[in-house]
């Protein structure tokens, strides 16, 4: 009798709270479905006209747009001579590299003086961007050899090295890169094609990011693609082709992409400074470049385009251990809700055309709070079961449609793949991608919704504290993670 | 116990999405399958004909009307591979053993199906005939691209001015020089590349250009003039060093890079000391030149230019220089 | 004319092309898909000339070249570039290259100077 209250409330609770759980489940689901359609459709009409996109004619033309491209480097001695390596030798008619060695520790600097006979740049610094990091000396490649320029600095962080290494750049296109990544070695062509088929109205283009683990690398180039071997990274990589190569896809067909991987971004020089370039202070900092540039873009009335290409263009390694993964998942959410929160005066203003009414809305609905209900439903069925307020036969119902639903909409991600680009044609692969399908709903999405709660509840407590540590830890761990891209 | 809603709506919404996961794994496979045969296939196929291919392009005198023989004796499907093999090795080669493989192409019967393709509905279809076209040059071909480069869709202009580059004559030299106008639909890098692609050839037409009325052509001819090195065009460069647009005139300041002109030095200055992209362009410009003619030019842009100009012209930092 | 020549080329046709021409006039081919095999070729047998893309995945053409010049291997090497990469030919004569044919190829050039180097 006097537990009566309790039953009573609980049962008006799960009366008014189920429902919308279930529907949103199904409606999240459905959105990325119709993201993957809109990617279908885009894809089947850009492989039908393979034969004649006459890259080969523009990897010849010296009338090419010319591209700067900005490494900077972090205690990267291991691999910066490759990278440097692989980078020069990409197939591109005009490019330049610009190395921003970011105060490392180790014989990075060394490594390159020693491989190119590194001598003292002293012109004029532009100065266009503020940065932080003092420059300790500007150094290039003596006269003929290689467009390379090496820039030694004290440490100040991922994003404001860019910023250094961008100030320098003297090409109309800039394009940065991680040291660690692989570069496809038509990467440039692939993404600078919208810049010379749009000249004036294209501002920013990125490519896709596909996972390396286990593949065959050689002096800085993919020589066989294979699934990785654990399941964690397995999941990944159908993660990443839902995600990032059919959700970009998608919003970049609907005129409203807001993300850019930082992996591989290219970027019109003129607009990157007159938005002040990468913001050092942001964790997401490549989602909050590619904002402020749709909302300039927006504000100013302007008529230019951020584009995606479907080609890969970079390789990268991700996690593999549970401890790596749960670091960055943490790190992504964070840097969406920053990002997010900052830009809130965006949401659903339709000034801001769809990034602001269709993007911004969805990201909020089904990227922010997507941990969140994932977390509530497992914890409340439960519970709503043991006290016996919720029918058994219904709540089972509720969550294997949910899941069902869900693996088919990964499924049509994986259907989508088979029939664009098939990059991973062994039948082993096939099986793997498979089981990697089923298996991401038993432990890794309710995992990585709680690494994504904990990273935005850490956004919501403690911003100030953590700044200036946060991200000179964050890039001194970035060894064995990709870099920071907020989730989807 | 709760039940808001119909349970019916949850069991539709399962069984539906049950029945199209298996639909997805069928077709998986399926595609997996074909795929793979598909491949099989043509690893058959090629294993037989790829060698008559290849004896073709060594070929000399006579011996290629025996080749062509054989391959005209040969069934469809093996033609039609013949034809694709073909195609594909043309993207390789040039010279002799090029005009063997159209020869080989033709006997296959690709010729007539790329012309027919040209008058398909599909822009697509379009497209890639107006590319073949191009690459295997049969009679009648320039004539046939000239009209796809004034094509309804913008995606067959496109290629067909590119494929126009290749061919040696006034004709396709006018078609490309119209595609550089602002509403040609085609990409200026496209239609630049295709007069570079003609060389000398291109030179009379891009002089000319330089004095259009459209600045889009204007850009265009200044950007391949220098490096074609078109003769009589440095004068028309200087002017278009204070054109009205400035993409114009940073077109015009690269071309100086390679055809020098003394007369520039002046204009280069001014623009220089304007500062951003463009003054980055002047400078650059003006330190490709003799450093006799530009002296002053650089002293002048040591005092008043801003740093990223300053760096452009070589000029070392204040406090280095101190 | 007689020697053998090894052909390092990551496009199958490619390889082809230039084996038929070079086999037309008599000399004794092999072919390599990649850089690493190619460098185990040519430092495995003794060739009279070495034909090698430049724009290979994994490890380029002037990659290898470079390792058989360090290992003081001197075999003449025409390397073969993509239209408009001077850059690549800068850095090929850079790293010890002899000759140089850019593709499009005509294989009647690209044999021309593989004899010219077979002296």
């Known amino acids: 009798m006097s537990w009566d209250w309790l039953r009573e409330a609980l049962t008006t609770f799960f009366a008014v709270t189920m429902w919308p759980t279930g529907i949103y489940f199904l409606l999240a689901n459905t959105a990325m479905l119709v993201l993957i359609v809109i990617a279908a459709r885009h894809f089947s009409r850009y492989l039908r006209r393979s034969e004649h996109r006459g890259e080969d004619a523009m990897a010849g033309s010296p009338v090419s747009l010319g591209v700067s491209v900005i490494m900077p480097a972090y205690n990267e001695e291991a691999v910066i001579r490759t990278s440097v390596r692989s980078v020069l030798d990409l197939r591109y008619p005009d490019h330049e590299v610009i190395v921003v060695n970011d105060g490392s520790a180790d014989a990075t600097m060394q490594v390159l003086k020693d491989a190119y006979g590194l001598v003292l740049d002293d012109r004029d610094v532009p100065g266009r961007i503020p940065v932080r990091g003092t420059i300790r000396g500007i150094w290039r490649a003596p006269d003929g050899a290689v467009p390379l320029t090496v820039v030694d600095k004290e440490n100040s962080g991922r994003s404001d090295s860019v910023n250094v290494g961008l100030d320098l750049a003297s090409k109309d296109l800039v394009v940065m890169v991680d040291a660690d990544s692989i570069l496809e070695p038509d990467s440039l062509l692939s993404v600078s094609k919208p810049f010379a088929d749009d000249p004036e109205r294209v501002v920013a283009t990125g490519g896709v990011v596909r996972i390396v683990n286990n593949s065959r690398v050689q002096g800085g180039r993919i020589v066989d693609v294979r699934m990785p071997k654990q399941t964690i990274a397995r999941i990944q990589v159908v993660e990443y082709l839902r995600a990032f190569l059919l959700g970009r896809t998608a919003w970049s067909d609907l005129g409203a992409l807001i993300l850019i991987s930082g992996a591989f971004g290219m970027f019109r020089r003129d607009v990157l400074i007159d938005v002040g370039g990468l913001d050092p202070d942001s964790i997401g900092e490549d989602f909050e470049l590619v904002m402020r540039i749709q909302k300039w873009i927006k504000e100013g009335k302007r008529d230019l385009r951020v584009e995606f290409v479907a080609e890969p263009v970079s390789w990268t390694e991700c996690p593999s251990t549970v401890k790596v993964l749960a670091r960055q998942r943490r790190r992504w959410h964070r840097g969406l809700w920053e990002v997010l929160w900052g830009y809130r005066a965006m949401l659903l203003n339709p000034k801001y055309g769809k990034v602001g009414m269709v993007a911004l809305p969805y990201y909020w609905l089904f990227e922010l709070f997507a941990p969140l209900v994932e977390i509530a439903g497992i914890i409340l069925v439960p519970l709503g079961l043991l006290l016996g307020v919720v029918d058994p036969a219904f709540a089972i119902l509720l969550i294997v449609v949910s899941y069902v639903y869900g693996t088919l909409v990964t499924l049509a991600a994986v259907v989508v793949e088979e029939s664009s680009f098939h990059r991973y044609e062994r039948w082993s692969d096939l099986g793997a991608t498979l089981w990697a399908v089923i298996a991401e709903n038993f432990g890794y999405r309710q995992l990585t919704a709680i690494w994504r709660l904990q990273g935005w509840w850490a956004g919501l407590t403690n911003q100030k504290q953590v700044w200036g540590e946060m991200t000179r830890a964050g890039f001194s761990e970035e060894a064995d993670e990709p870099t920071g891209t907020p989730a989807r | 116990m709760i039940t808001p809603l119909p349970a019916e709506f949850l069991w539709v919404v399962l069984i539906a999405s049950s029945a199209l996961i298996v639909g997805s794994l069928a077709a998986l496979l399926l595609q997996r399958t074909r795929r793979h045969a598909r491949a099989r296939r043509r690893e058959a196929l090629d294993a037989q004909l790829r060698p008559l291919v290849l004896e073709a392009t060594v070929a000399e005198g006579d011996e290629i009307d025996d080749v062509l023989e054989r391959v005209r004796a040969l069934a469809r499907v093996e033609r039609e591979h013949i034809g694709r093999t073909a195609y594909q090795m043309l993207r390789d080669i040039t010279g002799e053993a090029a005009t063997n493989l159209r020869a080989v192409a033709d006997a296959a019967g690709l010729v007539p199906r790329v012309v027919a393709d040209t008058r398909s509905r599909d822009a697509v279809i379009r497209a890639d005939a107006a590319e073949a076209l191009g690459l295997l040059a049969p009679e009648g071909a320039l004539e046939r691209l000239r009209e796809l480069a004034r094509d309804p869709s913008p995606e067959v202009r496109t290629v067909a001015v590119r494929a126009l580059g290749g061919f040696d004559d006034d004709a396709a030299v006018r078609s490309i020089v119209a595609a550089l106008a602002a509403d040609s639909g085609v990409p200026a890098t496209v239609a630049t590349t295709a007069l570079l692609q003609q060389g000398w050839a291109a030179g009379d037409r891009v002089r000319l250009a330089l004095e259009d009325e459209d600045p889009s052509v204007r850009r265009g001819a200044a950007r391949v003039a220098g490096i074609l090195q078109a003769p009589g065009s440095a004068e028309r460069l200087v002017a278009l060093v204070d054109d009205p647009l400035e993409s114009v005139r940073i077109a015009a300041m690269r071309s100086l890079e390679r055809v020098p002109s003394r007369d520039a030095v002046g204009p280069l200055v001014r623009a220089a000391l304007e500062g951003g992209v463009l003054g980055e362009a002047a400078a650059t410009t003006l330190l490709a030149m003799p450093g006799a003619w530009t002296r002053e030019a650089i002293a002048r842009i040591d005092h008043e230019a801003e740093p990223g100009v300053r760096r452009a012209a070589g000029l070392r930092r204040k406090e280095a220089a101190a | ?119």
Do not use: N
């Open chain 3, 1 to 119: 004319m007689s020697g053998r020549v090894l052909v390092v080329d990551d496009d199958r046709d490619i390889r082809d092309l230039v084996a038929i021409k070079l086999e037309s006039a008599g000399l004794d081919v092999e072919t390599r898909p990649d850089g690493p095999q190619g460098l185990e070729a040519a430092l495995d047998g003794s060739w009279a000339a070495i034909v090698l893309d430049v724009m290979m995945p994994g490890m380029s053409g002037i990659d290898v070249l470079r390792s058989l010049r360090e290992r003081g291997v001197q075999t003449p090497v025409i390397l073969l570039t993509a239209r408009g990469q001077e850059k690549d030919v800068e850095a090929g004569f850079a790293a010890g290259a002899d000759d140089y044919v850019t593709k499009p190829f005509s294989p009647r050039a690209l044999l021309a100077r593989v004899t010219a180097a077979l002296g």
